[in-house]
Structure formats: C-alpha cells, structure tokens
C-alpha cells in the first residue's frame, strides 16, 4: 500500500494564480481531510469529506475549494493565490469509527507551497 | 482558534529520563487523540482515547483523559534520542479534528 500520496512536495506560485494540490489514498478510507501548518502551529482544518460526494468546511476554508468524486482522491483547489497562504498543506484519511467521526488520521508527506 | 493547547511550549530532557506533555481543551469531544511530527514531515499517530476511557497505554506512552478537567497527559517512559520531535494533541467533535501547537521535545544524550 501507497498509504496516503501528495504530489506535488514544493511548489512556487504568484499572487493570483490557481492550482490544485493532489492527494489520493489507497486504504479505501471514507474520511479525508486537508490541513495547512503554519511555522510554529498546529493544524487547521481546511475542509473534510466523510464519503465520496460530501464534503464540507473546517476552521479556515476561504480561498480553497475540494471536491470529492472518488473514494481515493480528495484534491485541494486554491483559486487565486495569495501571501497569505504560503503553508504546509497536509492531506490525511482515516475510516469513519462505528458511532461516527474519524479514527486514527494517516497523513501524506506534505507539500511546501509558497506564494509570492 | 485552536480547541488544544499543549503545555509546555518545549522540552528538553536528558536520554533516559521521562517526559509529560500536557493538553488542554475547551468543549467537550469524543476522543483525543496524540501525534509526533518530526522535523516538518507528515504526522504519525500515537495514541486515540476515547472520552468514555480515563487512562490507555501503548509500549512506552501513558496517556490520561480528565473530561471534568478538559485535560490530557502524554508521559514517555524512558526517552532516547529518537523521541526527539515535536508532539501534538487533537481533539474530535463534530468531524472534526482540532489541534493544538504543540510540544516540542529535546532529548540530549
């Protein structure tokens, strides 16, 4: 197993400028969740899907768009790039527990955006 | 905002010696769970206690849940060199993961 897979590690992008970061798991996990670490931070939550077609906001939504088409792949849209959101973007999946909310998260590597 | 906050901010310990990490957390939740990130890299999970348990285990880590207190302990038994690392609690509700700072944690050999 692959695990949870990020692509790409870096990227460098102007303001303004759109891209998708990628992510796709191969545990057939139903939750899936993206956040970003700021230097000397926790996570925030961005967005979260609990099935494929279902997704929804967490702690710091804005300027980012997820879809979920597949169970596999959870990919993370910033629509117009700014300063603000130079980051480290992590992706994780986990199955839902029996009574609901996710288990133990498995993370992806991570990708190392910057915005200049 | 961030639901855990990790106390303290840093530790540094010798090799041998045992370290606890504390988490405070503000609404109630159905789990906590403890994760180690080393040096910006993906994180690894730890430990999952469930807001029913009080005290679990697993190999070196002991970890409590005081739900009247809002407060989790993580305690390492025994450190090496390779618990080096920062540590992180998250609180679930609702779906959601919420996660606190951070210790970070020396071991000095």
């Known amino acids: 197993n692959a695990g949870v897979t990020q692509t790409p590690k870096f990227q460098v992008l102007k303001t303004g400028q759109s891209m998708t970061l990628q992510c796709a798991q191969d545990m057939n996990h139903e939750y899936m969740s993206w956040y970003r670490q700021d230097p000397g931070m926790g996570l925030r939550l961005i967005h979260y899907s609990v099935g494929a077609g279902i997704t929804d906001q967490g702690e710091v939504p804005n300027g980012y768009n997820v879809s979920r088409s597949t169970t596999e792949d959870f990919p993370l849209r910033l629509l117009s790039a700014a300063p603000s959101q130079t980051s480290v973007y992590f992706c994780?999946?986990?199955?839902?527990?029996?009574?609901?909310?996710?288990?133990?998260?498995?993370f992806g590597p991570g990708t190392r955006l910057t915005v200049l | 905002s961030q639901q855990g906050e990790e106390d303290p901010q840093a530790l540094s310990i010798q090799e041998g010696e045992n370290a606890t990490m504390n988490c405070s957390y503000k609404?109630?939740?159905?789990?906590l769970q403890w994760y180690r990130q080393n040096s910006g890299r993906g994180l690894v999970h730890l430990i999952l206690?469930?807001?029913n348990e009080r005290e679990k285990h697993s190999g070196r880590l002991r970890v409590t849940l005081d739900t009247s207190k809002k407060s989790s302990s993580l305690l390492i038994t025994a450190s090496r060199a390779a618990d080096t690392a920062s540590y992180f609690c998250a609180t679930e509700s609702n779906y959601q993961l919420i996660w606190g700072a951070g210790t970070k944690l020396i071991i000095k050999p």
């Open positions: 994780a999946s986990s199955y839902l527990r029996t009574l609901g909310g996710p288990d133990e998260q498995f």
């Open positions: 609404t109630s939740i159905n789990n």
């Open positions: 206690i469930r807001s």
